[in-house]
Every structure is written in C-alpha cells, then in structure tokens.
C-alpha cells in the first residue's frame, strides 16, 4: 500500500512533471547555467551523491535555499523535493524498526517525516544551509528508534549509523531602497495609489531606465508577458475609471531581475561583500542564498523584504505619466 513517503514522491513529481528543474535560481530561462535535469534525474542525482564531495555540497547548498525561498513564498514545492531526495534513506530503517519492534511501519514513517520538517523550520536561522540536511536525517532517525523503543519489544537489534548523502539574468535596472515613497499617509487610496505609480517612473526616468519600462509596458500591452498581479487582486478596488486597462497592473518586482549576484545584494545591503559570504557559510544570512556554480543568487523579492522596500501594485498609466513629467513633458 503506498505510504507517506509514496505520497510525497507523487506529489513532487505531479508538479515537476517531465519538465526540466533548475536548482539554481528556480527558472530555467533565467538560469546562467544552462544544463538542467530532469526531476527524474535530478533526484537520482540529490539522493546518490555524496555529502563530502563539493559538487554535492554546493547541490544540497542550492536545494536548502530553494526551499527557504519557496517557504517565504508560501509555496512548499522545494521543501517537498527536499523530503522526497531524503526519503529514500529513510526507507530500510523505517521497515527494520517496524519489523523487529513490531509498530506500524506508517506510524515510524509519518513520524520521521514529520520529525524532518519541525527540524526544517528549527533551521531556518542560525544553521548554515551544508548541514540543515544531516540534522533532518538525524532527528529522523532518532525518533524512528524512540517509537520502537516505547513499544516495550524485547527484541534486540545493532545501533544504526546515521546515513549521510546529499548531501544577473539583468536588465537595465538597480534595486534601491528608495525607490517606493512612502504615501501611507495619504487617506485615498486612488491618490496614493496614482503617486505611488508616478513616482516609480519618476525614478526610472531620472535614472536614465526609461527603456526597461518600456519595454515592459509594450509586453504588457501586447500580450506576450503578463504581470504577476493575480486577477482577484486586480479586480479588488484597483480599477479606476480613468486608467486604460484595469489587467495592467504589475508589482514593482516585475520591473527587477528574479536574482542577482551577491555583490550587488551586499551593496544593497550596505556590508561588504565578504561579510556576506560570512554570514552564508555561519548559517546567518538573513534570507535564503542559492548556490548558482561557485557563487550565489540572490532572490530580489527577498532583499526587498528584508530592506522593507514595499512591492507596490502600480498600473503602466501612471508609471508613464510619472516618467513623463521628470522628462519635463506637460
């Protein structure tokens, strides 16, 4: 009969499907490297490699920070991969537990899972992301032992050893903190909505990246891009009778790359870039950082979160218009 951990693989690969998985950045289109797997081998790969080689190291790196991300998202895509690469070793000793303690073997397999997970959100701070992994494992482990153990068996079986294996796409634009203006204070919200528009293409224009938007509009408007605002949002109070078209709306995010190097992270940041890497390798960066090759890709979503840069909702109307009058137009 198919269990917790037959689930979990179901479930991983209904969402990945045959399509191919970049760990890197989570966008294959947006990825530097340019060989990708397939989930099916992506997984042969996460599961079988082992934990001290560096290749691998830096893979499980990649995998911890995807999920970190995906948690700040809401999603739990990532953190369901990461449960389905480790499962496998879960398998044999989950099955030796049952049979020589005598409990259910589903009981001993939704604990370690279960147990994995409140060690995955244990981990989120503190612990760098090459040991998250081990920790999952181990606590998994222990626990599998403990429920035997509290069966009361008088059977008798030999210590187990913990078992370790894995383990600027860019546009013409800068993220700076200062690129929304605060209008939390003006009571309309069509008004504060309108400046909070007007003064993203103020910025850009003076910045000399009127291009990027641009180009951007001219996606929107054509149809060959959409922005990431969701339906329900755009028909939730933020039409407004005189904008063109209320589908229009784009978050400021839209505007920025998904990822950018950590060097322009750390400048964003006002650290040094070295005291970056620091903190990545102490467990203590403040948000996720994805291994891409030798270096780190950081999600622009996040680095906004964490310098509280709101992602306004604004509509292409005002953006021009606001771009328009720092060029002097009427």
Known sequence: MPDIFDRIGWKVREIFGEDLVCVHVGDVKECDIKRHPTYAKFHTEATSAGIRSAPSSRLWESMIAMGRLCDLDGGDTWRLAILDCITPCFRSLSTRIS?????????????????????????????????????????????????????????????????????????????????????????DADVAEQLRGERIGALFQMNGHFDVLRNFHTALRNGSRSGSVSQAVRTSGLSRSFISDPNLYYYVSDLYPSFIGLREAADVMEIPESAAHRLIRAGQFPFPAARAGRGYKISVKALMHFRNIPDAVVHVDDVENGALHANGGP
Do not use: C
């Open 99 to 187: 049979r020589d303690f005598r409990v259910e073997r589903e009981d001993v397999r939704s604990a370690m899972v279960a147990t994995a997970l409140e060690v995955w959100r244990g981990t989120a701070m503190g612990v760098s992301p090459r040991h998250v992994r081990d920790r999952m494992v181990k606590a998994a482990f222990d626990v599998a032992f403990q429920i035997g153990k509290a069966n009361g068996s008088e059977g008798s079986m030999d210590d187990v050893e913990t078992f370790i294996q894995p383990g600027f796409h860019t546009q013409d634009s800068a993220l700076r903190a200062s690129s929304i203006i605060d209008v939390s204070s003006i009571r």
